[in-house]
């Protein structure tokens, strides 16, 4: 029987949000983002967290910076240690000095500055004992070895090959992260020796379909037992259930304008910030 897991997430209200630039496939200025819809939809989200029983801090939205809302992309965070993002674009630059000033204020004191091109959750993921790293669109390989310095865990590189899946967190999901951990993927989207390396790591891996993948099927959240997913993505519920998971459909097609669905607007804040030292004389 499948367990849920207490989970503490970041998230970041479109208040900004619009597609004035093309940066990836799915964005297409000439469709516009009907701003009331999106904001409903990333609140549905953010009430089934709550309703779930797990924790959800926000992010202050910044006016120039409307991919904000994919609060994923700014930063890792493992063991309550942080290591900052740093974007490919100039029209998201911004967003990682944001959320390291949001980590600062919150008492996260550990935070790793990269130097080479890394987009956070987007392209690394925990599972188990790995840190599950993407490259060849957005995050540079030289950024692997900086996570794996950083954070002392084994990176394991994943090249994506498809433009539309440019992103990790867009072709791959974590099920469970604990010491056997479960993953679903679709590998069309990766190279062939990483087809054989995800096949090697994870040979129980629940395999998506074209149609579930296109559907950002894969840009999902699982706490262990819950799987929250866009709700085009049926094909997924059935072999979901069949593994003990609950699938909970949502509804973001206004974010997937942007190139982002359910874990694009969910940043994991794995481990609290250290304990401030006591005043002295506080025998307490």
Known sequence: MRTASPRRYLMCPPAHFSISYSINPWMDPAKPVDPQLAHAQWDDLRRTYLSLGHEVELLDPEPDLPDMVFAANGATVIDGRVFSARFAYPQRAGEAPAQRRWFRAHGYTDIGLPQHVNEGEGDFT??????????????SPDSHAEAQEFFGRPAIGLDLIDPRYYHLDTALCVLDDGPSPDVMYYPDAFSPGSRSVLAALFPDALIASREDAEAFGLNAVSDGKHVLLPQAAVGLFTPLRARGYEPIALDLTELLKGGGSVKCCTQELRGRPPEPPAPPGDSS
């Not at 925990?126 to 995050?139: D, E, K, N, Q, T």
């Open 126 to 139: 925990v599972a188990g004992p790995y840190l599950l790293a993407g490259r060849g669109f957005r995050s």
